[in-house]
């Protein structure tokens, strides 16, 4: 039972390059969540998905698309990297409902924009 | 708005002190989760504990302990005898809506144990 898992856990990219974060869960939750954490700021949501086939975004999602391709997997794209979206990204799931909606993290990508 | 305050931006404590952790919240819903979560140095968030809005009920687990108090809208985490593998920024949150969908978390407070 793997949890969260995310790849790559660093990754270096010109300003302009594109690229995806991925992400998958073998808990069987039905929601996942992309943060990016900056110092002092804590976490902030840029897209979530509540279900399969779902995702809306969170309060930072400006230059950030996702796609929930499965119930396991949901993957966060970069199109036009800026130097602004350096940061570290963590990928989290839970199970959705009230009673039992703590997040489950993954161990974060590291993301520097040059 | 839904907004979580930590205070503390950085506590040092040597082994074996006690020390609280502050947290306060701001929510217009009556029915709201509180969590606590922990983030060591190798990068990971690790869950701590959950308390919903009807539950102001202490809890004890170990050295650590939470005090809920809706009166003053805080949220506080308490280690005693604090120990070298406590050190780690410590992250409290707040979800309001059903499904978890808002989290909001606060800033964090960095809490370095001395030996």
């Known amino acids: 039972n793997a949890g969260v898992t995310q790849t790559p856990k660093f990754q270096v990219l010109k300003t302009g390059q594109s690229m995806t974060l991925q992400c998958a869960q073998d808990?069987?939750?039905?929601?996942m969540y992309w943060y990016r954490q900056d110092p002092g700021m804590g976490l902030r949501l840029i897209y979530y998905?509540?279900?399969?086939?779902?995702?809306d975004k969170g309060e930072v999602p400006n230059g950030y698309n996702v796609s929930r391709l499965n119930k396991r997997e949901f993957s966060l794209r970069l199109e036009s990297a800026a130097p602004s979206q350096t940061s570290v990204y963590f990928c989290?799931?839970?199970?959705?409902?009230?009673?039992?909606?703590?997040?489950?993290f993954g161990p974060g990508t590291r993301l520097t924009v040059l | 708005a839904q907004k979580v305050t930590q205070a503390q931006t950085e506590i040092s404590v040597v082994e074996k002190e006690d020390v609280t952790l502050d947290c306060v919240y701001e929510?217009?819903?009556?029915?709201?989760?509180l969590f606590w979560y922990k983030q060591p140095p190798s990068g990971e968030l690790v869950f701590l504990i959950r308390?919903?809005?009807?539950?102001?009920q202490n809890e004890i687990s170990g050295r650590y302990s939470w005090n809920f108090q809706k009166s003053t809208s805080s949220f506080n985490f308490t280690i005693t005898a604090s120990q070298v593998v406590d050190s780690a920024v410590y992250f409290c949150?707040?979800?309001?809506?059903?499904?978890?969908?808002?989290?909001?978390f606060g800033p964090g407070t960095r809490l370095s144990v001395l030996p």
């Open positions: 989290a799931s839970g199970l959705g409902k009230a009673a039992y909606n703590e997040q489950f």
């Open positions: 808990m069987n939750h039905n929601s």
């Open positions: 998905s509540a279900s399969e086939g779902t995702t």
């Open positions: 929510t217009r819903d009556t029915t709201y989760y």
């Open positions: 308390r919903n809005s009807f539950d102001e």
């Open positions: 949150a707040l979800t309001y809506d059903n499904y978890g969908q808002n989290f909001v």
